[in-house]
């Protein structure tokens, strides 16, 4: 299986890539339009700022690409916000793969800490990337926006708000949470991916 991890100005890649070795998986990192079209799986990880990377993708026409990949494709943290309509977090326009907007936390109470940093639990679980066995496991989160609960959520986490952990739409499927940081559960998580 030739999985395909996209190359682009966002942190994070590497932990993808050592957590698919861990797996069995030699996944290949680029930026190449036609690896990535090949490829049976595609991963689209990040950590970073929505405005400049947008911009960055637009430059080199990875937006219309990533848009138009046929095989299963996982966004991760930055990557599922990126596959949205639009981002708060410098009034940035996405991909629009989710037509739905990501949104900044907006503390209520002092102990509301932004960024949201830390394990909290997946509920409403859907098939797909999630077992039911994945109700009520701890993952892990960094992120200072969220997308809200929508027609797409796969999952559900709570924190100042209900929110969605995870998304869902044809072949494309995202998580807010880093499933390579989120120890076994996570493994099992990007294994089920690997499956799809």
Not at 71 to 93: A, R, Y
Request: charged share 20%; aromatic share 10%.
């Amino acid at each position: 299986m030739q999985v395909a991890i996209i190359k682009y100005n966002a942190g994070n890649i590497y932990s993808v890539n050592y957590a698919l070795k861990r797996l069995g998986i030699d996944p290949v990192i680029t930026a190449d339009p036609e690896l990535l079209c090949k490829a049976d799986k595609v991963i689209f990880p990040g950590v970073g700022e929505a405005g400049t990377t947008m911009e960055y993708l637009r430059h080199h026409n990875m937006d219309r690409l990533i848009k138009e990949l046929k095989q299963p494709v996982l966004g991760i943290c930055l990557g599922m916000q990126l596959m949205c309509k639009t981002s708060e977090e410098g009034n940035t326009d996405c991909l629009n793969i989710f037509d739905v907007p990501v949104k900044r936390f907006i503390p209520r109470m002092h102990t509301d800490k932004i960024p949201h940093m830390g394990w909290n639990t997946l509920q409403q679980v859907k098939p797909g990337l999630f077992d039911a066995a994945h109700e009520n496991q701890f993952v892990y989160f960094v992120h200072s926006y969220y997308v809200p609960l929508n027609n797409y959520t796969a999952a559900t986490t709570d924190y100042i708000e209900p929110f969605s952990a995870s998304l869902h739409k044809d072949n494309f499927y995202a998580t807010q949470f880093h499933p390579e940081k989120s120890g076994s559960i996570g493994e099992q998580i990007l294994t089920n991916f690997l499956k799809l």
